[in-house]
């Protein structure tokens, strides 16, 4: 199993910035790709940022230029510098791993670090 840490979530003004940290730890074998969703209130979790292994590094097209994710292979971190909050962007952000082990490929999730902005 693999197991998904967040940190670094909290409270922001608006216009701010936060940036969320995630650790992966357990049997980690071919991580193939981490990244970031969120879930705002009401809404279903969408595509904040992914960074798979040799490929191209995916956001959502709103937040293009506000949010940059950083991702150390080595080190199994990902981390998601967020800038110029907005008011409604509150949500919960959940780190996201997939990992092939041989046999199969499998998604993975941290438990999610909310995220508040305040106008």
């Known amino acids: 199993q693999v197991q998904l840490v967040e940190s670094g979530g909290g409270l922001v003004q608006a216009g701010g910035s936060l940036r969320p940290y995630c650790a992966a730890s357990?049997?980690?074998?071919?991580?193939?790709?981490m990244g970031w969703y969120r879930q705002a209130p009401g809404k279903q979790r969408e595509l904040v940022a992914t960074?798979?292994?040799?490929?191209?590094?995916n956001y959502a097209d709103s937040l293009k230029g506000r949010f940059t994710i950083s991702r150390d292979v080595i080190k199994k971190t990902v981390d998601l510098q967020m800038n110029n909050q907005k008011p409604e962007e509150p949500a919960i952000y959940y780190c996201?791993?997939?990992?092939?082990?041989?046999?199969?490929?499998?998604?993975?999730w941290g438990q999610g670090t909310q995220v508040t902005v305040s106008s």
């Open positions: 960074r798979p292994i040799g490929g191209s590094t």
């Open positions: 357990g049997r980690i074998l071919r991580v193939l790709d």
């Open positions: 996201y791993g997939r990992q092939d082990d041989g046999v199969d490929v499998n998604d993975y």
